[in-house]
Structures are given as structure tokens and as C-alpha cells.
DNA sequence: CTATCTGCAAACGTTTTGCATCTGT
DNA sequence: ACAGATGCAAAACGTTTGCAGATAG
């Protein structure tokens, strides 16, 4: 609760309960397994509220926004600068920690300031090999 | 239309249209886009031809799916190894050709075969700043 | 006290599906 | 001839919205 105030966003208990459940959280979440899991503790849980959650928390820069699945939004509440390594079979990620320090030429930027960059890197698993 | 025989798979005069459309187009467009233009020669067009035609493409290796757009499917006919520079406030796509040879350390893949990636940088663009 | 959040249900935009009909090969 | 494509409408899916009532600060 405490290390939450700073935040600056009111502290409801489902919201709590939300920042609970992404706090270390690998799994780069859906909306609807987010969903489920707080649903467990607060049974009228709605959609909504986990959205309104998820948009408050992405105004803060708690909680990112992925773009990992063509089919539904995911969401990382690590905000450190990393990568993602997924499996093209299984889908699954492992997140890669490494700045690789990619500079993009100026004739190739087309005149844009680059702010950065994200790499994605597919493969297949160990399990899935 | 003899250019697109070798694809192997029927070419029916909607199929056509869609890949003329494709073909060259740097506009990573949207299914929706691509229905609206090609709908302009064929009226009776509907969506389910266009994604049909689509996944056809993709398991042919001739279309990708881009998730660029965390609001809808892209498609991009260019299957090189390119990357992809997006400015944050219009969202405007600059295709970046360049092979940045970035490797994963083994300790960092996590057993995983690495079999590529793909770069999204983003940026502002010059309209935009 | 009041600005903001919650929960519900309805609305939305995108993508998929079922199915009768049509067509490329 | 027939496997597979088309067109239509309905359904499915993830996400957003409007609003009345509740609540954090």
C-alpha cells in the first residue's frame, strides 16, 4: 500500500489488487488473465475496471503496453529497457536483458529523431524442438 | 497474372486484384484497406475473401503479418529482411533496410534457437516535430 | 465534499465462421 | 468434376463507452 502512494493515482482495492498481481509479473499478461486472477479476490470485478487500470497505470509509466500478440493486447509492468525472445511454436516469451546498442544511420532514419528501439527476437524453445 | 502462376494456389480474378494491390505496396495496409481499394474494381467484394486471401499468402510466404498496430492486423508483401522505424504521434511507418547482425548470446537465449528478429524503432518524424 | 473510480451492459471495430453458390484448374 | 473460393450475414472476440452509484483523498 505504502509503496504504491507514490504513484500518485487513487488507491482503490481492486487497483491494489491489480498492482499486486503485475508486481514482478513475467507472464506478460492479457487483460483477461489479469482479469481472472484479481476476479478471484474481488468477485464483481468488471473489464472495465481493469482497463481504466491498466490506461492509469500506462499514464504513469508503470505498465507497458505490448505488442507481442496480433490478437490481444499484453501488458508488462517491467519497464526497464529489454527485449523479448518468442517461440514460434508455443508463443512463449523469456524476456532478454541486454542493450544492444543498435544506432540507426541518418540516411536510413528518413529525417525522424529516434528515441529508441525494441527488438523482438522468434525462435523455438527447447521444449518445443 | 503469369508472374503470380508459380504461387500455387488458385488464382481467381479477386486473388488477383489483391496481389496487384500488394504488390510493391509500402503502405503496410490494413485488411480494411485493402478491401476499400480492391472493392472499387469488385463491388461484391466482401472481408471474408480478403482474409481468406490473406492467410492463403502468409502460409505461401508471400504476405506478413505485421503487429505494428496494436489496434489491427498490418500486412507488408515485402518479405526481405527489413525493420521498421514508426513515429510515436502519427504513427507513420518508414521501412528500414539494414541487417543489423545482432546476436544472442547463448546465456541470454534460454535454450531457445534463435531463428531471427525484428527491430522496431520508433521516433518522431520530421512532419511531426 | 467532490473528483474520480467501479460495475454493469450495451456498443464498437476487427476478425472469423457457416453455408449455399460459384469457379479455376 | 470437384476441391476449393466467393459473398453474405451472423457470430465471436477484444476493447471501449455511458452512466448511476460508490469511494478515496
Partial sequence: MEKYRQLNIKLTPQRLAI?????????????ERIYKSVQKEFPTMS???????LEALKNIGNVQELKID????????????????ICKKCKSILDVYKD?????????????????NNIEFYG???KCR
Fill in 100 to 116: 544492444f546498442k543498435i544506432s540507426l544511420p541518418d540516411d536510413l532514419a528518413g529525417g525522424f529523431d529516434i528515441l529508441g
Fill in 19 to 31: 498492482l499486486r498481481y503485475l508486481e514482478g509479473n513475467k507472464e506478460h499478461p492479457s487483460a
Fill in 124 to 126: 523455438i524453445c527447447e
Fill in 70 to 85: 496480433p490478437s490481444k493486447k499484453r501488458y508488462d509492468p517491467d519497464m526497464s529497457n529489454h527485449h523479448h525472445l
Fill in 47 to 53: 473489464f472495465a475496471t481493469v482497463y481504466n487500470t
